[in-house]
């Protein structure tokens, strides 16, 4: 059994997968073992990310704050605290913080290849309104 401390701290999201400002805590990174990845995603006010798609799918788990989340195609969708989002594998979406509340959620998705996602083009329509 192995303990990881979580020493590695807090990274700044890279602008070209986020608008705005999002921080990224490292809970389990892919490895020989295993190639689950589980990541802490701070959103800021608005932030969101660029659209992207999991060839194994992604969990999303909110942990505190709202947001939307948006599949291509698909009307934008609001999420709250404790709610849970499953984006099918291959399935283009992106998601974020609504404007005026920080967000964060877990991610959790498989590595295939070294890789956890495909990331597009930043969401280019107006942002959605603050959840009702």
Do not use: K, N
Not at 10 to 19: D, I, L
Not at 22 to 50: E, K, M, N, Y
Not at 86 to 95: K, L, V, Y
């Amino acid at each position: 059994m192995r303990i990881d401390s979580g020493a590695g701290g807090s990274a700044r999201g890279p602008a070209e997968w986020f608008t705005g400002e999002v921080w990224l805590d490292q809970i389990a990174a892919p490895s020989q073992a295993s190639a689950v990845s589980v990541l802490r995603v701070h959103f800021t006010p608005g932030a969101r990310t660029a659209w992207h798609a999991h060839p194994r799918g992604q969990t999303l788990h909110v942990t505190e704050g709202a947001g939307f989340v948006q599949s291509r195609g698909e009307p934008a969708r609001p999420i709250r605290t404790g709610d849970t989002v499953w984006a099918e594998p291959g399935e283009w979406h992106w998601h974020g913080a609504a404007p005026g509340t920080l967000m964060s959620h877990l991610a959790v998705q498989e590595a295939v290849a070294g890789a956890t996602a495909e990331w597009g083009e930043h969401v280019l329509s107006e942002y959605p309104p603050e959840p009702a």
